[in-house]
């Protein structure tokens, strides 16, 4: 992985969260529970924490190999992405329930990224 895809990817996650991220406070604001408020801002956070570590190791390439490059990438798009699609469905009466597999799948490849972060540091 170029140390050059690995900064675009960080810095499209982290615009696309800070997007998302005001899009969920001012105008999702007024047709979600406080419920589904909080579950579309997991997904923001998630996204955004893996965008700047993304970011930091973009700047690092050393210690990044391109198993935790994608495990961090697809990790946020079936974690981060499936939270959204599963609140804004359900948001409007018919929730998507073939996401709610999809969200521990990518929980899983977040966990799995961090853990060969930590065998790479060794």
């Known amino acids: 992985m170029t140390q050059q895809i690995i900064i675009v990817t960080a810095a499209f996650f982290g ?9 969920g406070a001012h105008a999702l604001k007024k ?7 909080h579950s579309f801002e997991v997904g923001v956070k998630y996204q955004m924490y893996h965008a700047i570590v993304l970011l930091a190791l973009g700047f690092n390439p050393n210690t990044l190999t391109s198993a935790t490059y994608w495990c961090f990438t697809i990790g946020i798009i079936l974690f981060s992405f ?5 609140v804004l469905s359900d948001a409007k009466g018919k929730k998507l329930r073939l996401l709610g597999p999809i ?10 990224g961090w853990l060969l972060l930590l065998i790479n540091a060794f």
């Open 15 to 23: 615009m696309l969260s800070v997007i998302l991220g005001a899009f």
């Open 82 to 86: 499936s939270i959204y699609g599963l």
């Open 103 to 112: 969200t521990p799948i990518g929980g899983l490849l977040l966990v799995i």
């Open 31 to 37: 047709i979600l529970s406080k419920d589904q408020l």
